[in-house]
């Protein structure tokens, strides 16, 4: 993942490519989708993250599909957590391969990061 890029939060792809093309408001799209103006106020403002439950809801109103939503949520979830902990190389050994197929090897930590 490239970390000179700021990750983006599907909210802002729900403003700029969903609600402002149709001139939606926060408070219209809320009781459009029967949830409360703080949960789309808190996506907007990428705050809040979308559920799958309010997924579902935009996938429904805006005939796309919930994947869709959730995929955005999880592609921004992993540019955070990616940007926020040291390259997993300097610090997780992978699994070596096994010698004897019956024996697990666990391998040792490289040390030396916190997350």
């Known amino acids: 993942m490239r970390r000179d890029v700021p990750p983006l939060h599907p909210g802002q792809i729900l403003v700029e490519d969903f609600m402002r093309p149709h001139n ?21 403002r990428g705050t809040a993250a979308i559920s799958a439950d309010t ?18 949520q999880v592609r921004f979830d992993l540019q955070v957590a990616d940007r926020q902990m040291p390259h997993p190389a300097e610090c997780i ?10 024996v697990l090897a666990v391998p040792e930590s490289k040390g030396g990061c916190v997350w």
């Open 93 to 102: 050994a992978p699994l070596p391969l096994l010698v004897d197929p019956g």
């Open 24 to 44: 939606i408001s926060r408070r219209a799209l809320a009781e459009a989708l029967q949830v409360s103006h703080t949960r789309i106020a808190g996506i907007t």
């Open 55 to 72: 997924a579902v809801r935009l996938a429904h109103y805006f005939d796309t599909s919930p994947w869709f939503w959730m995929n955005l």
